[in-house]
């Protein structure tokens, strides 16, 4: 696959409604999917080299991806993109700055939306993504800085309480944050966010809050 608009008829009306505007949006160039040029951007590229990686501004994106990438990991670079560019979704910064615990929050708390979606139209994808989810819990588990743990305890919680609910993730991580006094307030804070109740910002507070991270100049900002 070379562009984004190679999905379009051939993994029905979801996907197409869905990839679309995405094109639409980026005009005649389309989204190319190609490998990174620079040697700045293939180190980058070798740390991700499992996923697609995306490139955004608001005029211009490139999804970077292996020539073997399956269609479900080009179609969900093409949500983020969705999220972030047509439906204008913000994302969290704090003090104008995107430390790493952040952007990895950003990206977990964006596939609390996205992932359903795309295991509905992709039930392939399901295996990767539970594990993915085992081997975040595996590696929490030698965690030895206590926020660390309880961040990363939080977010498996999150993911695996919403894609596979009955899963020994969900079991295990509940577990976990029962024990830590965490359970109520978390998972509160997940059910008011998928039902619309309240903003990414206010969960990802709660999210920081167990992993004892400050939140101090913590906010939202339009994605470039
Ligand atoms: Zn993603």
Do not use: C
Request: cysteine-free; proline content about 4%.
């Amino acid at each position: 696959m070379r562009n984004l608009s190679e999905l379009i008829g051939k993994f029905g009306k979801e996907v197409d409604e869905l990839v679309q505007p995405v094109l639409d949006h980026y005009g005649p160039r389309g989204v190319p999917i190609v490998r990174p040029q620079r040697q700045r951007d293939r180190k980058i590229w070798e740390e991700y080299r499992k996923l697609a990686l995306v490139i955004h501004d608001r005029s211009r994106a490139d999804i970077w991806a292996r020539a073997d990438a399956s269609p479900s990991t080009i179609f969900h670079e093409a949500q983020h993109l969705h999220r972030y560019h047509i439906d204008g979704v913000k994302e969290l910064h704090q003090h104008e700055q995107k430390p790493k615990v952040l952007i990895g929050l950003e990206n977990d708390l964006e596939h609390l939306i996205i992932v359903p979606q795309l295991l509905t139209v992709f039930p392939d994808s399901r295996a990767y993504w539970e594990a993915d989810i085992d081997k975040s819990v595996n590696d929490t588990a030698n965690e030895q800085h206590p926020g660390a743990k309880r961040l990363n305890m939080t977010k498996a919680y999150l993911l695996s309480r919403t894609f596979f609910a009955d899963s020994g993730a969900a079991r295990t991580t509940e577990a976990f944050l029962r024990h830590e006094g965490l359970y109520d307030q978390i998972e509160m804070a997940r059910s008011d966010y998928l039902d619309g109740r309240s903003s990414k910002l206010d969960l990802a507070k709660a999210v920081l809050t167990a992993g004892q991270w400050p939140l101090h100049g913590l906010g939202l900002q339009a994605v470039d």
